[in-house]
């Protein structure tokens, strides 16, 4: 493959919502699998990252979380204000054996990432003291208990 051609902005978080340059490959199929609402889907933890997500989030405009468990990573598509995870399915997930590696929240604004009360009594549930939140652009922060 020509170098011009791997090193394009394609799937890049801000290239998508500042151009509307196309998801890559891998984040197409992604989304192909995450069609609705509370859509569901486990991957290999290679195939998927936050900066795919907060790909597929300028794209769509609504939130996605996912959770890695080993080589796993379950990733679930909410809507334009949350993802449908409440603390006993958190407590049931920390059960398995998995973590919440983050989620994101549409926009573009510096006070994107603010977490809300529900991603804190999320985060409790946890055996972990932070996660992340990515916004639109591929920017996120850290936030804790």
């Known amino acids: 493959m020509p ?13 998508i919502s500042h151009f509307g340059v196309p998801l890559n490959n891998r984040q197409q199929q992604l989304l192909d699998n995450l069609e609705n609402y509370d ?16 790909a597929l989030t300028a794209v769509t405009g609504d939130e996605f979380a996912m959770f890695t468990k080993g080589r796993r990573r379950l990733i679930i598509r909410g809507n334009s204000y949350s993802v449908n995870v409440n603390t ?6 920390n059960k ?4 919440w590696s983050g989620h994101t929240h549409p926009g573009t604004e510096k006070n994107f990432a603010l977490p809300s009360d ?12 932070t996660s992340v ?6 920017h996120f922060i850290v936030f804790g208990k």
Do not use: C, W
Not at 118 to 129: P, R, S, V
């Open 133 to 138: 939140i990515y916004n639109s652009l591929g």
């Open 96 to 99: 398995q054996g998995y973590k």
């Open 118 to 129: 529900d991603d804190i009594k999320i985060l409790n549930q946890f055996e972990q003291e």
């Open 39 to 54: 859509s569901k889907i486990t991957v290999n933890k290679k195939n998927a990252n936050m900066k795919d997500l907060s």
């Open 3 to 15: 170098i011009e051609q791997r090193h394009t902005e394609k799937g890049k978080p801000s290239a």
């Open 88 to 93: 006993v399915m958190a407590e049931q997930l």
